[in-house]
């Protein structure tokens, strides 16, 4: 007997668990691929992005950004954007592109969740119908029912609980599994935005530049003595 007899055996619940595997491989290999694509180094992309801006040069540095097919891409995307517009807007744009980032990696999860939930609760439902047929088959014959009679109603009725268990099973497994690389993947998003912001706040160079330029800036002389006297304050020309 092979797998397509046992399935066929199994009744009509089997079809409802054999649509759930269908849809968790779906979500299995989209995300897949999806988190491979998201999972990449964001150094060397912090790197060309702070040299394009400590050159003033905002093209290259969007042009870094969007060349790199991840989320943290499209995150100092944003950032780049704003950059300009002080550090208040740069987060506010990269918390705004944050949100529509991590939408798109926990997308559909939560169906491989039901898929791992509901698959068993099938396999249990088709094994109860088929102890309700063995016992209702029992009665029609008066008790007469030999154990063969009763064991083979039984054992049609496991079947269900057996591939519901190896349809949850797996998407259990590979829903833990890719809840766990996007916490790391979140995690390495949000020590990539905290390099960005110290970038903006520690590199003088390309915050002046773009920031401030300095033709437009007013320098004041630095005091070191009278410093809580107001007569000896720096006055602006």
């Keep these: 007997m092979n797998l ?4 066929l055996k199994g009744g009509l619940v089997m079809w409802p668990i054999l649509l759930c595997s269908f ?20 150094r060397p992309l912090l790197g060309k992005v702070r040299s394009a ?4 040069d905002m ?5 870094a950004c969007a060349a790199v097919k991840a989320p943290i891409g ?3 995307k944003n950032g780049v954007v704003n950059f300009h517009k002080g550090t208040v807007a740069v987060k506010e744009g990269i918390e705004n592109a944050a949100k529509v980032e991590i939408f798109y990696l926990e997308k559909r999860l939560s169906l491989l969740a039901n898929v791992a939930a509901i698959s068993p609760m099938l396999g249990f439902l088709g094994t109860v119908v088929g102890m309700v047929l063995a016992f209702q088959t029992i009665e029609q014959l008066g008790g007469n029912a030999d154990a063969g009679t009763l064991a083979g109603g039984i054992w049609q009725g496991l079947l269900c ?3 519901g268990l190896m349809v949850g099973i797996p998407a259990l497994f590979f829903y833990n599994l890719f809840v766990a690389n996007i916490t790391r993947l979140v995690h390495n998003l949000e020590v990539a935005t905290e390099e960005f912001f110290a970038m903006m706040e520690v590199d003088g160079t390309a915050v002046e530049s773009v920031v401030m330029p300095a033709a437009a800036k007013k320098t004041k002389p630095t005091r070191t003595v009278f410093a809580d006297d107001e007569f ?3 006055k602006d020309e």
């Design 232 to 234: 000896f304050e720096p």
């Design 4 to 7: 397509l007899d046992l399935f």
């Design 161 to 163: 609980s057996a591939f």
């Design 74 to 76: 499209g995150l100092l």
């Design 59 to 63: 093209k290259s540095a969007l042009e």
């Design 53 to 56: 801006l400590a050159h003033n």
């Design 23 to 42: 849809v968790g491989v779906a979500v299995i290999m989209e995300k897949f691929i999806i988190l491979s694509r998201a999972n990449v180094d964001h």
